[in-house]
């Protein structure tokens, strides 16, 4: 299949297991959502190792790993949390700050320079999270800071800035551990997933004894979101071994589309309109910074 339906697919999954976790799940507490979404897709995807092509990876991908697995569980944290505890269409859009943040973590890590054309990406990210908090701001309505101030008022808001932030880290250090991977790409997500629920049913086991136990007894809806996250781990792998990363990840992050128009038709989310512009204009920005 051509990369570019793949992707959509990749996108699709994305938001559907956010609004499926939100809609069943939303009762239970960040440790189990963090397992449905890590934990769950693990054992789906483990078997997949013994028919796919890869070679055993160096040393150093280890390390990589290592350094990315922490990260990546205290960032689904605080994922699950926004998602759960606010509006999909008040939170989704911040996860288009990763490529803003991106910009520092490749200066820092990869001494990558932003160009005039990313430059302008970064302003369009800005101004369509300004748009969406355009609305009830703190303060004056007319200040052009309020909508800002809404930002660190809102704890939803706060925690997608902080994913965004791990997983602009974490974007570095998985294209390091892929790039010593031999063998498909897509083998390298169900390792890398593998790996990383493994670590997460371990971690929060021990932080929460019979957290794994209460997942596992979640019955049909935990493992319709896992099998959704599975879907998204295999096409976004699929797809990202036939296009370039930059445009894979552009069309991907059409989930905060998809995301907004679940949220409008599933929990009856008001300002749709508003919420569509300004993530559009996020949207675009990204594109800028990513192309």
């Not at 606010?86 to 911040?94: H, I, Q, V």
């Not at 800071?145 to 902080?162: D, E, V």
């Not at 083998?187 to 670590?199: D, E, H, I, T």
């Amino acid at each position: 299949m051509h990369w570019f339906p793949l992707a959509l697919l990749c996108a699709l999954s994305l938001a559907l297991a956010d609004a499926a976790s939100k809609k069943w799940l939303g009762n239970q507490g960040a440790a189990e959502l963090t397992l449905v979404r890590f934990g769950l897709p693990a054992l789906l995807l483990f078997p997949l190792l013994w028919f796919l092509d890869w070679g055993w990876p160096p040393w150093a991908f280890w390390g990589w790993i290592g350094v990315a697995m922490p990260l990546e569980i205290a960032a689904m944290l605080l994922y699950v949390r926004a998602i759960r505890d606010g509006p999909l269409g008040d939170t989704l859009p911040y996860v288009a700050f990763t490529p803003v943040f991106t910009v520092l973590t490749g200066w820092l890590l990869l001494g990558e320079v932003v160009s005039g054309r990313g430059l302008a990406g970064i302003l369009l990210v800005v101004l369509g999270a300004w748009g969406l908090n355009l609305e009830g701001a703190p303060g004056h309505p007319r200040t052009w800071l309020a909508p800002f101030a809404r930002i660190l008022a809102r704890r939803g808001s706060r925690f997608m800035l902080g994913v965004a932030a791990i997983y602009s880290v974490t974007a570095v250090l998985g294209k390091g551990a892929l790039n010593m991977m031999p063998g498909e790409a897509v083998a390298f997500g169900a390792l890398y997933f593998s790996v990383l629920g493994g670590l997460t049913w371990l971690v929060l086991g021990l932080r929460e004894p019979g957290c794994a136990g209460r997942v596992l007894r979640l019955g049909p809806a935990a493992w319709l979101v896992a099998g959704l996250m599975a879907v998204m781990i295999l096409t976004h792998f699929l797809a990202l071994a036939q296009a370039a990363t930059a445009y894979m990840i552009a069309v991907k992050r059409l989930s905060v589309l998809f995301g907004i128009l679940l949220g409008a038709w599933l929990f009856r989310e008001g300002e749709l309109g508003r919420h569509l512009l300004a993530a559009g204009l996020m949207l675009a920005g990204v594109a800028l910074i990513v192309t």
